[in-house]
Structure formats: structure tokens, C-alpha cells
């Protein structure tokens, strides 16, 4: 699937993350949930895939996972993995750190595009 890159910020500071690490910002016209983990950045959907729990209002676990604010199922922030195990699969997105900055895609044509 083609993935158009949607600058994010130049620096990881420049991102409104709030005290858990997580902020929901516009990319690209797609509101996302960013979420920040040991210097990096990563996106996921705004809403959970369990029962449309508010992502960005949940934590990340020391491991990097994304918890729910809601029921508290847990998701890997790398690859959308339900890792408690409940069967769901969390949508993320993928994001670049380059020397100009941060960027985000977003697939083209496809059932995710806009
Ligand atoms: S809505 Fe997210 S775990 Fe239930």
C-alpha cells in the first residue's frame, strides 16, 4: 500500500504530550493518538478497538504498550498487538525519526486513507 509522510514536528519536544506521554493531534487530516516511549514517537487510532475507549486519556506501560483508559486492555505501540491477550488489534501507523524530523504515513487508496 503506498504511504504518503506527514511531518509531524522537527523535534520531539515540539509535540504537546501530556504528563502520560500520550496527546491526540490532526496528521495529515487523520486524527491520531501519538504516543511517546524512550524517545520515540508512535501513532495509533484515537479509539480503542475494544469498545472505543479513548486511547490517548490511558498510559503506556513500562514495557511500551498502550494501556486503555476503559477495561485496561493492553496494546503494543510497534505493532497494534493486543498483548493481554483479548484478540483485538489496535491500529498504528508508522512513524519515521529523520534528520529534518518527525514524520508520519498514511497509506494511500487504501481502507485506512482518507
Ligand atoms: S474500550 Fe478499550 S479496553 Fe475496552
Known amino acids: 500500500m503506498p504511504v504518503t509522510w506527514h511531518k509531524i514536528a522537527s523535534e520531539i519536544t515540539e509535540i504537546p504530550f501530556g504528563p ?3 496527546v491526540e493531534m490532526e ?3 487523520k486524527k491520531v493518538c501519538l504516543a511517546r516511549h ?4 508512535y501513532a495509533c487510532a484515537v479509539k480503542c478497538p ?3 475507549g479513548r486511547m490517548s486519556a490511558g498510559f503506556i506501560d ?3 504498550n498502550i494501556v486503555c483508559p476503559l477495561h485496561r486492555y493492553k496494546f503494543s505501540l510497534s505493532r497494534g498487538y493486543n498483548v493481554s491477550g483479548e484478540g483485538f488489534y489496535l491500529k498504528t501507523y508508522p512513524v519515521e525519526h529523520r534528520p529534518e524530523g518527525i514524520f508520519m504515513g498514511l497509506e494511500r ?3 485506512f486513507s482518507l
Open 62 to 64: 513500562p514495557l511500551g
Open 50 to 52: 475494544h469498545a472505543g
Open 27 to 29: 496528521v495529515g487530516g
Open 38 to 41: 524512550e524517545q520515540r514517537v
Open 109 to 111: 487508496g487504501g481502507l
Open 20 to 22: 502520560t506521554g500520550l
